[in-house]
């Protein structure tokens, strides 16, 4: 008999799985228990059901990705261009090394009510715009509006991630990170608006 940790793991990871390919709309409980080989029942001696589940997961994922990235956006020891370009090829590696989770973060994000939201330290997105408005203090990058300056950015970072994703682009995503990273450098200097 499986321990209630094992199991849960394998309960989480199966969920993340189909959270990240059907989606959260298309995924069941049914499916979840099938997938992690469990009875329907030990998911909710963890969760109080889906929704729940998927959140807690979700908050947890984001987490995982968010500490690592807000280290390199906001080490103050280290110029703009080369925040930027760790970054980027953080996020990249990221998705290369963790294509399920990522693909979960991105695509369940919009899956929540709106007062499901992620504080603003764990929030990727408001974390782009803390950085692009720091950076704009700094003259780093001209002044303009944060939000969105770090639409743009996340956009040009994302969109190859994306086209990866779905068979679009075939290179190996951190061999693009130094083109990507170069894009969105000419993009936020000339952003003047």
């Not at 080490?75 to 261009?81: K, S, T």
């Not at 950085?131 to 303009?144: A, Q």
Request: aromatic fraction near 8%; charge should be positive; proline fraction near 5%.
């Amino acid at each position: 008999m499986a321990r209630p940790a094992v199991k849960k793991a394998k309960i989480e990871e199966a969920a993340i799985r189909l959270f990240a390919t059907r989606g959260l709309a298309r995924t069941t409980i049914k499916d979840i228990a099938s997938l992690a080989g469990v009875a329907e029942g030990a998911l909710y001696r963890h969760y109080r059901g889906k929704n729940d589940m998927a959140w807690q997961l979700y908050c947890r994922e984001v987490q995982r990705f968010s500490e690592p990235l807000g280290a390199i956006l906001f080490e103050r020891a280290q110029p703009f261009a080369e925040r930027l370009r760790r970054a980027i090829r953080f996020i990249c590696r990221y998705y290369q090394d963790q294509p399920i989770a990522f693909s979960f973060i991105l695509l369940t994000q919009h899956g929540f009510p709106g007062e499901r939201l992620l504080d603003e330290n764990r929030n990727p997105f408001d974390m782009a715009v803390r950085f692009v408005r720091e950076e704009m203090r700094r003259r780093s990058v001209p002044k303009g509006d944060p939000a969105v300056l770090a639409a743009m950015l996340m956009g040009t970072v994302l969109q190859p991630l994306v086209m990866h994703r779905y068979g679009r682009l075939r290179q190996k995503p951190v061999s693009l990170a130094a083109k990507i990273a170069a894009a969105c450098q000419r993009m936020l200097k000339g952003s003047s608006q």
